[in-house]
């Protein structure tokens, strides 16, 4: 409340004194001593302030009060007028007024996304293994994997291995 107080009421003055006669209130002896009481008026609420018990209220309203008061006195003897608020003008704005929402008829609705199941990915089958090349204790099979030669088959990691067409099937 303090500088706060003593700073808006040092610029009203220096924004009235512009709009304010020439000759007149800021520099007479009255407005000196209405914003002198007003300074006191005020350290001693900050005071009171500061010492006050967290639920004592009543005090500061009344010390609100007279600062209120004081200020008022003040806006007269500096600024001249009442020092009261000015009237509301007429040229206030009426409150905006907004429609209520209206639900769209559905056939101005957009249309729902269509539901589709989600799709399953499946892996991509391998490519079939075939034999790369042989030598006389195995072949090498494309997925890189080596088959040793049994008699007349092949023995892959899983069992025996059958061709067919140049496929090779191991379990």
Do not use: K, Y
């Not at 009421?9 to 007479?28: D, E, F, K, R, V």
């Not at 293994?129 to 090498?140: A, E, M, N, R, Y």
């Amino acid at each position: 409340m303090g500088r706060r107080s003593l700073l808006l009421t040092g610029w009203m003055l220096a924004l009235g004194a512009s709009a304010a006669p020439q000759g007149s209130a800021p520099t007479s002896a009255e407005c000196r001593t209405a914003l002198e009481a007003l300074g006191q008026l005020e350290a001693r609420a900050i005071a009171a302030r500061n010492a006050a018990a967290p639920g004592d209220d009543r005090v500061q309203r009344h010390t609100l009060d007279q600062v209120r008061a004081l200020r008022r006195d003040a806006a007269r003897a500096c600024l001249g007028g009442s020092g009261d608020a000015p009237p509301p003008t007429a040229s206030a704005r009426p409150p905006l007024s907004v429609a209520p929402m209206v639900a769209l008829p559905p056939s101005l609705r957009m249309p729902a996304a269509p539901t589709t199941p989600p799709t399953v990915i499946t892996p991509r089958p391998s490519p079939p293994v075939v034999v790369t090349s042989c030598d006389p204790t195995g072949c090498w099979a494309s997925d890189g994997s080596r088959l040793t030669r049994f008699g007349s088959n092949l023995l892959g990691p899983r069992g025996v291995c059958s061709t067919g067409g140049g496929i090779l099937n191991c379990p």
